[in-house]
């Protein structure tokens, strides 16, 4: 039987904390969003001021980066070069600002945020995971 790392609830809160504090010092009203490797919501937070949308589009980004294995900004630019057959695959978080958390080389989970420039909301997501000193 094979074993895998798993986010637990204290990386959970530690990926909150750290996209938190680094929306917040670029005073960035988002929705910060961490699913496990099944794309399944563990943990959400939408500061104050981010437009309620925010807090549908971070969850899907999240998903779609933890059950594609990539950024979501992979199925954005594919669409944008002509690849619109990805507008029909079952994910709705195809914008940039979905990203993978990559543990001893798997994919264990992905945090997506929205509600600023998709390369900001992306940055956001990568302060993030990086919390985790993967």
Do not use: C
């Amino acid at each position: 039987m094979n074993s895998k790392p798993v986010l637990t609830a204290d990386d959970v809160k530690k990926i909150l904390a750290a996209a938190e504090a680094h929306a917040l010092s670029n005073k960035w009203a988002v929705s910060i969003a961490v699913a496990d490797d099944g794309g399944h919501l563990l943990g959400m937070l939408r500061l104050d001021g981010a437009a309620p949308i925010s807090a549908q589009i971070a969850p899907a980004k999240a998903q779609t980066a933890a059950v594609g294995r990539r950024e979501s900004k992979v199925y954005e630019d594919s669409i944008n070069t002509g690849r619109y057959a990805f507008l029909s695959a079952p994910m709705t978080g195809m914008l940039e600002g979905g990203v993978p958390i990559v543990a001893q080389g798997v994919v264990v989970g992905a945090v997506g945020v929205s509600g600023v420039q998709a390369a900001d909301d992306a940055a956001t997501a990568k302060a993030g995971i990086a919390a985790l000193g993967l």
